[in-house]
């Protein structure tokens, strides 16, 4: 899982290995050298005994420094080890990585701009009232309506909510909370089970002793017992829908602006005042359904 985040080229690696243990059994070290194998640059952090000493910054610099051209295993690197060198490295990087991506930035803004500008044009001469704008504005709403609808289920919109759980979170969270504990509320007698197994291997055997349970009495006692989990069943499929229901308002109040625009174009009945009416009552209706909604499903 690691390797998918390191082996990103924009990717910076802070690998830290405390200073009781062998450089050479650092897993952390061997994850960096395995997608940058031009090496590390090491630094010298202050010590608990050192922060509880009190030792400033400016101190434990200059004992970072004394360290690598103390120790022999680093004398001959000492002018690439150590925080300032870190630090430069580090800059030219950010300095270089900038100025590469600053065309790309350019040339993808200079093209979202070129279609804009071209979508602009498209609209410039046209009608309000033209049926084929009408029609390409509506299918464009539902193009919009649809990607939002499947971020708000699949958990990959921009926007992350902090505050609640919503849309495929409390789906998820029907699946593995509320219906795992409506079907441990499902009453369960080991000895009444038993006794209609019991009887239901008798009266299929009738007369005859048999040796084996028929497959009959198998499928009727399961038969029964699945009978039971229908009710527990239809209540997560209805939880379901309502959470479905709620991301579909959700996503059409995004929408709802441009919708009574169109309206208001195609049929002149819809005045602005109605539309932020219209709006007002769709909050209104959304917080109704969170009062009345399932508290079993109650947000952390």
Known sequence: MIMQFISRKNCLILAVT?????????????????????????????????????????????????????????????????????????????????????????????????????????????????????????????KQFSVDFDKKIEGSGNQVDTVELSGGARINKVFHERFPFELVKREFDEKELRREISFAIKNIHGIRSGLFTPDMAFETIVKKQIVKLKEPCLKCVDLVIQELIHTIRQCSHKLLPDLLGITSISSGQISKTAGRDGEDSFKLHTRERRKDEDPGIATD
């Open 18 to 142: 405390p200073a009781n243990t062998d450089l050479t059994n650092s897993d952390a070290l061997k994850l960096a050298k395995d997608v940058d194998p031009q090496g590390y640059i090491g630094i010298v952090n202050r010590s608990q005994k050192d922060i509880e000493g009190k030792k400033d910054i400016k101190a434990a610099l200059i004992a970072e420094r004394n360290f690598f051209l103390s120790q022999h295993a680093y004398k001959h690197m000492a002018e690439r080890m150590g925080t300032p060198y870190l630090q430069k490295i580090l800059n030219e990087q950010l300095t270089n990585h900038i100025r590469e991506i600053l065309p790309v930035l350019r040339d993808k803004l200079r093209r979202q701009l070129s279609s804009l500008e071209k979508e602009v044009a498209e609209f410039k001469d046209c009608r309000p009232d033209d049926p084929a704008i009408t029609a390409k504005a509506l299918l464009l709403m539902v």
